[in-house]
């Protein structure tokens, strides 16, 4: 499985885009890019899946260059209840293999 | 919600106690997953289940013992347990393009 890499903590206003970038360099021709986020206590929440250019749906956007060896996450203004954890994961969107999560990147919003 | 449901949504057990944890889908999935998580560490996943045969167990002491009698139900029976068990176990299930919905999970605290 494509390991990932993440920045462990990010600060933002409310207001601002996030941008939160991944890496994954040795990412498989089969892999697909998954983003999840946890709030405390809860379990994590899907949030988007791509697997190159651009995806965008009511929540957010996923960048994926043409090497696809790293994605980005990007939220448009964010509020305070986006404070949460976000997860990078990559691997096949087959069902037969579990995904595995990293430490995430521990977003906080101020006001 | 997110389509699955899990009970109960907090244990608190001793070590010499049998219980069990149920975890039910209502999204016509295939797979179906637990995971632990303790304090601000990461998940870590548990077993793994495709069409109800276990597909991973990754190296899960035998005092956790998973049942998945149909592709909607997934259990966890708990059998003298030890306080470093005390975590959140969530359970998943996992659609055709293996995007992960979570239950609410269960926090269990072991004396």
């Known amino acids: 499985l494509a390991k990932t890499t993440q920045p462990i903590s990010m600060d933002s206003y409310e207001g601002q885009e996030v941008n939160i970038t991944c890496s994954h360099n040795?990412?498989?021709?089969?892999?697909?890019i998954t983003w999840y986020q946890q709030f405390p206590s809860q379990g994590p929440r899907f949030i988007i899946q791509?697997?190159?250019t651009k995806v965008t749906n009511e929540v957010a956007s996923l960048f994926i260059p043409a090497d696809r060896k790293s994605s980005t996450l990007s939220l448009p203004r964010v509020s305070l209840s986006d404070t949460a954890v976000y997860y990078c994961?990559?691997?096949?969107?087959?069902?037969?293999?579990?995904?595995?999560f990293g430490s995430g990147t521990r977003l906080q919003v101020q006001p | 919600e997110t389509g699955v449901t899990q009970t109960p949504r907090h244990l608190v057990m001793g070590m010499t106690n049998k219980k069990s944890l149920k975890c039910e889908q209502h999204?016509?999935?295939?797979?179906m997953y637990w995971y632990k998580q303790s304090a601000k560490k990461p998940l870590e996943l548990m077993f793994v289940y495709n069409f109800k045969e276990q597909t991973e167990n990754n190296s899960v002491p035998s005092r956790f013992s998973p049942e998945c009698p149909n592709s909607s139900h997934l259990f966890l029976h708990l059998h003298t347990l030890q306080p470093e068990d005390s975590a959140l176990y969530l359970c998943?299930?996992?659609?055709?393009?293996?995007?992960?919905?979570f239950g609410p999970g269960t926090r269990l605290t072991v004396l």
């Open positions: 994961l990559v691997g096949e969107n087959t069902g037969r293999r579990a995904l595995t």
């Open positions: 999204l016509g999935h295939n797979a």
């Open positions: 040795n990412i498989a021709t089969n892999d697909y």
């Open positions: 998943a299930s996992a659609g055709s393009y293996n995007e992960q919905f």
């Open positions: 791509g697997y190159k």
